[in-house]
């Protein structure tokens, strides 16, 4: 079975700041991974995903991420923060084969101070 | 990009009633979700399906049944709805099981 955990449940860093979300899971091949977004009164949206190759992928508005399979990591960044991306955070795992569900942490909470 | 929608957006109802939530997607995709959505859980699968008349149990089908009648719509029935039951819920769609795309979501108080 597969899991993520997301450390910290709520991020605050200031406009203009690098920025940088924890994700770690848990599966025992090598995994899809991805980042949502979740805007106030929305549902979640893609940000960036991984499934082979390169190990940083890049996203919209910025993002990025790095697969460390050593560490069973796959942290968000950006280099620069906008007010505008104040929202919650989730990173989520499948397995690599047919098996037709993701799991998802359980959210980060940025809030973006001016 | 795939378009989903769902109704209610809103929906109060009382312990022991009756409730069906509808989604809809207009992008053929085969897979379509239902997720519950609360503080500190993250999002949970109760059902799924692969198509039409197909019918997969998620990880929290507890109290929750489903049905997919066409390739676009996926309906969440709450029978004798209960307080814990209270929720965001939000349906999702996806061609092949791996990246979804998500409706905005119905919230539903159970009082």
């Known amino acids: 079975a597969q899991s993520v955990t997301q450390p910290d449940a709520r991020v605050t860093v200031s406009e203009g700041a690098s920025l940088q979300l924890r994700c770690k899971y848990s599966?025992?091949?090598?995994?899809?991974l991805f980042w949502y977004v979740q805007y106030p009164r929305q549902g979640l949206q893609l940000l960036l995903k991984y499934y082979s190759g390169d190990p940083v992928v890049q996203g919209v508005n910025g993002f990025e991420a790095e697969f460390i399979k050593s560490n069973s990591s796959f942290h968000l960044r950006k280099a620069s923060v906008h007010w505008s991306d104040s929202a919650v955070y989730f990173c989520?795992?499948?397995?690599?084969?047919?098996?037709?569900?993701?799991?998802f942490g359980a959210g980060t909470k940025l809030t973006i101070k001016p | 990009e795939a378009a989903v929608t769902q109704s209610p957006r809103n929906k109060v109802t009382v312990t022991g009633g009756n409730v069906t939530l509808s989604c809809r997607q207009t992008n053929s995709h085969n897979y379509m979700y239902w997720y519950r959505q609360d503080t500190g859980h993250g999002l949970r699968l109760i059902h799924y399906?692969?198509?039409?008349?197909?019918?997969q149990i998620g990880d929290v089908p507890d109290g929750y049944k489903a049905t997919r009648t066409t390739q676009e719509d996926f309906f969440l029935l709450l029978e004798l709805a209960s307080p814990s039951q209270t929720s965001l819920y939000f349906c999702?769609?996806?061609?092949?099981?791996?990246?979804?795309?998500f409706g905005p979501g119905t919230r539903l108080t159970v009082l």
């Open positions: 399906s692969y198509g039409a008349g197909n019918l």
């Open positions: 989520a795992v499948s397995a690599n084969y047919g098996n037709e569900k993701i799991t």
């Open positions: 599966y025992s091949g090598t995994p899809y």
């Open positions: 999702a769609s996806s061609p092949l099981g791996y990246e979804q795309y």
